[in-house]
């Protein structure tokens, strides 16, 4: 994760204890507080929300960049979808959401058709319960995958869906 500090310093996250010491160092920093912002050109695999400015422990900081970058799928689109569900929360708010992705429904779909086809094949689709066996080929599934955006307010994200909602 490539950041820029208030006085024009770059940093490529996650570093050593000693790398961030140096950091602080040469901001001259009291204390492990600093103010930084996330490159949107650098960091392309990044929701555009975190691109912003941020003050922010930068030990917690590391953590985050750390945790971020070892995050492999589904837990990545589930992390994805909480960003730009919550595109205002702090430094100490996206390294809590890093814990307990499991918590977020993730379907790998690119479209409604899959949604809708993945929820009739997993009678999740709570309308169609009643429905004989018969029928689920004559069902439009592009119409069942919006009826569940709908309903969950849910998200694609790589080719993914996502409820950021289902997040405890």
């Not at 702090?90 to 086809?117: F, R």
Request: charged letters at 30%.
């Amino acid at each position: 994760m490539k950041i820029y500090f208030e006085n024009k310093l770059s940093a490529n996250l996650p570093m050593t204890a000693f790398e961030l010491q140096d950091i602080l160092d040469r901001l001259r920093s009291a204390d492990s507080v600093v103010n930084f912002r996330i490159s949107v050109y650098e960091n392309m695999n990044l929701p555009k929300s975190l691109c912003r400015d941020f003050t922010a422990d930068i030990y917690k900081l590391n953590l985050f960049a750390e945790r971020y970058e070892r995050l492999e799928f589904p837990e990545k689109a589930a992390m994805e979808s909480l960003l730009i569900a919550n595109p205002d929360s702090s430094i100490d708010d996206m390294l809590v959401m890093t814990y307990g992705l499991d918590s977020v429904p993730v379907w790998p779909c690119k479209d409604y058709y899959e949604l809708g086809e993945a929820m009739i094949e997993n009678d999740m689709a709570e309308e169609l319960r009643e429905l004989p066996d018969e029928y689920i080929d004559l069902i439009d599934c592009d119409k069942i995958g919006r009826l569940v955006h709908d309903k969950e307010n849910g998200m694609f994200v790589h080719n993914c869906y996502c409820i950021p909602s289902g997040y405890c």
